[in-house]
């Protein structure tokens, strides 16, 4: 089994990532890729300049995930400052072709070892709709528990802690 490889979304594979897509009965899981897109590049066009004179600030990074050189899914995650210094690990998407391959919890995992490198230690956050059974699963058996939270869109929020590597 391959690792999966994290790239930045950029304009060398932004318009393939645009691309992927759940399944019609997932599309109110998760925000759509380009949503996510649009989300990440407004934060970061709102804290250029406070970024140009080394303050720290919030952001959002939009990953592609492959397999290889198969374009197979995609996640954000995000450091919201203003949210009790959160790390979030906000969207996770696995393409429709590729879905029921076990990507899902592939992702997720190796995810939470890339998190892991750049934040050891540190608490991370996800939420999730009580109907989204197969990605409650998946998360619990990586370790994230229900804190009792609710997001701003009603979903419920888990947690769980990154190792410190």
């Not at 997932?26 to 970024?51: G, H, P, W």
């Not at 995650?77 to 969207?91: A, E, F, K, P």
């Not at 490198?117 to 998946?138: H, Q």
Request: proline share 2%; glycine share 6%.
């Amino acid at each position: 089994m391959n690792k999966l490889r994290f790239e930045n979304v950029d304009d060398s594979n932004r318009e393939q990532v645009l691309k992927i897509k759940p399944f019609d009965e997932q599309i109110n899981f998760i925000e759509s890729v380009e949503e996510c897109l649009n989300e990440a590049d407004e934060m970061t066009l709102f804290y250029k300049e406070r970024r140009r004179n080394g303050e720290k600030t919030s952001f959002w990074q939009p990953m592609a995930v492959y397999d290889v050189e198969d374009l197979i899914g995609f996640i954000m995650y995000g450091h919201m400052l203003s949210t009790s210094d959160r790390l979030w690990l906000d969207r996770i998407l696995v393409d429709k072709n590729f879905q029921s391959m076990g990507y899902g919890k592939r992702i997720v995992a190796d995810s939470l070892a890339l998190l892991a490198g750049k934040f050891p230690g540190k608490k991370v956050y996800l939420s999730v709709y009580d109907d989204n059974v197969r990605a409650i699963k998946i998360y619990q058996d990586l370790g994230f528990a229900f804190n009792g939270e609710l997001d701003d869109g009603g979903e419920k929020v888990m947690e769980t802690v990154l190792p410190a590597i």
